[in-house]
């Protein structure tokens, strides 16, 4: 697919699930369509990668292994981010945990991590810094929006602080992790998923607010 189609194409289906989730006819289609669109993401991830080789996608499974275990143990212990259960939103679920999570976790990685790489941070721990900062933003975002649609929900209907420490923390040596591994690349395709990551879940909270 030709890359500057395959950007316009995200544009088009990140748009169309943003406004779609919000028109009253079309809300529950655009929300079932979101584990969906999460697994086309984490798709286009792998087949785009700039410096394919096995390697490299050990590592990626790995990551998203280890990103879907850690959410396994915070589900079962309530001691990492909180306490909070999964809801029927993101699809099918091992232990309580959907399996799209994992894919989450190494989606943003490799998203965020491309908006890094073309800052030229010097250092492995910067990098990973900055990366999880970017992660962590985007989480404030994603908390509210993800609450209202099932996602995810809180005891108490109430995101705890710790959350959010804690995805910094997990976020942090993840990134670490992709950078010693050598998986950092610079990707305007990665950049673009990050932006639209963003620009996603800020439009779902504005709309939010002015319709709730």
């Given at each position: 697919m030709n890359p500057q189609f395959l950007k316009r194409f995200l544009i088009v289906v990140y748009a169309a699930g943003l406004f779609g989730m919000h028109i009253p006819e079309t809300a529950q289609l655009f929300t079932s369509l979101v584990p969906l669109t999460l697994w086309f993401t984490a798709f286009i991830c792998v087949i785009y990668y700039p410096n394919p080789n096995?390697?490299?996608?050990?590592?990626?499974?790995?990551?998203?292994?280890?990103?879907?275990?850690?959410?396994?143990?915070?589900?079962?212990?309530?001691?990492?981010?909180?306490?909070?259960?999964?809801?029927?939103?993101?699809?099918?679920?091992?232990?309580?945990?959907?399996?799209?999570?994992?894919?989450?976790?190494?989606?943003?990685?490799?998203?965020?991590?491309?908006?890094?790489?073309?800052?030229?941070?010097?250092?492995?721990?910067?990098?990973?810094?900055?990366?999880?900062?970017?992660?962590?933003?985007?989480?404030?975002?994603?908390?509210?929006?993800?609450?209202?649609?099932?996602?995810?929900?809180?005891?108490?209907?109430?995101?705890?602080?710790?959350?959010f420490g804690a995805w910094w923390l997990a976020s942090f040596f993840f990134h670490w992790v992709y950078n010693t591994a050598g998986l950092s690349t610079k990707s305007s395709l990665f950049r673009l998923i990050a932006v639209l990551q963003f620009c996603f879940f800020l439009g779902h909270w504005i709309l939010l607010q002015i319709f709730s």
């Open positions: 096995k390697n490299a996608y050990v590592m990626l499974f790995a990551l998203a292994f280890a990103g879907w275990m850690l959410e396994v143990v915070g589900v079962k212990t309530g001691q990492i981010f909180g306490s909070y259960a999964y809801g029927k939103t993101l699809g099918f679920q091992v232990m309580n945990v959907p399996i799209t999570i994992g894919l989450n976790w190494v989606i943003l990685v490799i998203a965020t991590n491309a908006v890094v790489a073309e800052w030229n941070i010097e250092g492995r721990i910067g990098k990973a810094a900055l990366g999880a900062g970017l992660m962590t933003a985007l989480d404030l975002l994603i908390e509210p929006v993800a609450m209202h649609y099932d996602f995810w929900q809180w005891a108490g209907n109430a995101v705890p602080v710790q959350n």
